[in-house]
């Protein structure tokens, strides 16, 4: 079996790749969205994080985190986010996939994958590159053509922060542009 090694460096900065059991595709109905808002809120309130970016797509979903000074402890943050949303999600009626016996052995349920993917954010440059990631993946999987016609995470914020222009790798408004690449940032490692 393979060995997980976290990057734990407190007051850090970190990525997050976080995806649905078996890549369902429900992330995105109300529901879902108004639940993983409230799971997320109760989680910010018993360990406290900054959401510096995000974005929720129908099967997965990115953040960008900062934690405190004296704190490097995400797994604790993302294994009571899950778990808050997952019994949020069940007791609204909300569907689970199916199990296996080792999932059932591991008390796991079938709404996540069973593990994140994380990044430790090294400088400007690499968080940068990142918040990019995060705002392009719904033109990445073909949900949109442009970052600013996805509702569903913090770009519009980033705009009004000055951090993008609204017309960041828009191919609506400035057709000539080329499609953005992040090759570098393996999302597969979750698959």
């Known amino acids: 079996m393979p060995e997980y090694r976290r990057a734990y460096e407190p007051g850090g900065t970190f990525f997050f790749a976080v995806v649905s059991h078996r890549r369902r595709r429900f992330l995105c109905d109300d529901l879902a969205r108004r639940l993983l808002r409230e799971s997320l809120i109760e989680t910010r309130t018993a360990r406290p994080f900054d959401i510096l970016a995000m974005v929720l797509l129908p099967d997965h979903l990115h953040y960008l985190w900062r934690l405190p000074e004296d704190d490097a402890d995400f797994s604790t943050r993302w294994a009571r986010a899950k778990k808050a949303f997952t019994e949020r999600w069940t007791a ?26 994380e990044h430790t954010i090294r400088d400007d440059r690499d968080f940068r590159r990142h918040c990019d990631h995060v705002h392009y993946n719904p033109v990445k999987h073909g949900l949109v053509s442009c970052p600013h016609a996805w509702p569903h995470s913090t770009f519009g914020d980033r705009v009004r922060r000055r951090a993008y222009g609204g017309d960041w790798l828009c191919v609506c408004r400035v057709p000539e542009r080329e499609p953005a690449r992040f090759d570098d940032l393996d999302e597969t490692a979750m698959e």
């Not at 609204?92 to 993917?117: D, K, L, M, N, Q």
């Open 92 to 117: 609204a009626g909300g569907v689970e996939g199916s199990v296996t016996i080792s999932r059932r052995r591991h008390r796991e349920r079938g709404v996540w994958h069973r593990r994140f993917r």
